[in-house]
């Protein structure tokens, strides 16, 4: 793959961006302190923005690698960070990307993720030169499936008590999309 970093990413009403030190209180109060919004997430909430300071400061750091893609969801019509979307696992030698998100409670059901996320398999299949553009979800959180199908990845199945997160061990609904598929449909 042609690893280019996190580079800015930009949709009709989204700015996806590298995180910069002033995004804290941001993140801290529009998701990452939600016991709901992280209720399927493998990290537990943040108790205060000093931790989401931390979880940037390591993020900052990372972006010298060419193969860090972390990015700030930003709302263009407020200029706010309103959530995360990263390549949670990179596998060069099969050429496989695994996405992770998040999104503040305020904004979903209104298409902001799959927005995001149609984005960045853009990017990754386009420019990137991946293989493979896979993510996962507890079938518990719905939602988050929905996206990986408006978003063309195809379901591949569901391993039993595979994953953990914030409610325990649990099963992961595994959705993949191939460079091929990607270029023979629009996503």
């Known amino acids: ?47 205060s923005a000093e931790v989401s300071a931390e979880f940037l400061g390591s993020v900052i750091k990372a972006y010298v690698r060419p193969d860090k893609y972390e990015w700030c969801i930003e709302l263009k019509a407020t200029g706010e960070p309103i959530g995360s979307i990263a390549a949670v696992e990179v596998d060069d030698s099969l050429g496989i990307i695994h996405v992770g998100y998040c999104l503040g409670k305020k904004w979903w059901h209104e298409g902001i993720m799959s927005e995001a996320f149609a984005e960045v398999i853009r990017f990754f299949m386009e420019q990137v030169g991946a293989m493979r553009v896979e993510s996962r979800h507890d079938p518990r959180n719905v939602y988050s499936g929905k996206v990986m199908k408006k978003c063309g990845l195809k379901y591949e199945g569901t391993l039993r008590r595979k994953d953990r997160n914030n409610q325990g061990i649990c099963d992961a609904a595994w959705y993949g999309l191939l460079r091929d598929e990607y270029f023979s449909s629009s996503c």
């Not at 970093?5 to 961006?17: A, D, N």
């Not at 002033?22 to 108790?47: C, M, Q, R």
């Open 1 to 47: 793959m042609n690893h280019l970093g996190t580079v800015k990413l930009e949709t009709s009403r989204l700015i996806l961006r590298r995180y910069v030190a002033g995004d804290a209180e941001g993140i801290f109060a529009n998701w990452a302190s939600d016991e709901e919004v992280t209720k399927y997430l493998t990290w537990k909430p943040h108790a």
